[in-house]
């Protein structure tokens, strides 16, 4: 059974940082899309950082030079670390797993595994 735990979320001020966490147990799908997403209250989930089968890494541009999406394989664990936060960057964030595709991360639909989600609200 897939099980992804995020954790690291909390409240800040504008301009400050958290790093988020998503330990992944159960997932076999070595080089598959793996990413964090977030949603806001009335609004779509979005995609924030992803990482491809090669390693190449994707970000919204909303995040492009402040988060940073990384994995540590050893320790089975996805990071996501937010600077410079704004209080736009308040959502819910999710990380998630696909089995279905190696390149194409961008797309919600494509994603199978998710964890229960780490609230971020960044004051101003």
């Known amino acids: 059974q897939v099980q992804l735990v995020e954790s690291g979320g909390g409240s800040v001020q504008a301009g400050g940082s958290l790093r988020l966490s998503c330990v992944v147990s159960g997932y076999t799908y070595a080089g598959f899309c793996m990413g964090w997403f977030r949603q806001a209250p009335g609004k779509e989930r979005e995609g924030v950082a992803h990482i491809i089968t090669d390693g190449t890494t994707l970000y919204a541009d909303s995040v492009k030079g402040r988060f940073t999406i990384s994995k540590d394989n050893a320790k089975n664990t996805l990071y996501l670390q937010m600077n410079s936060l704004k209080p736009e960057d308040t959502a819910l964030y999710y990380c998630?797993?696909?089995?279905?595709?190696?390149?194409?991360?961008?797309?919600?639909?494509?994603?199978?595994?998710w964890g229960q989600g780490t609230q971020v609200t960044v004051s101003s």
């Open positions: 998630a797993a696909s089995r279905r595709s190696r390149w194409n991360c961008l797309d919600v639909r494509l994603y199978d595994y």
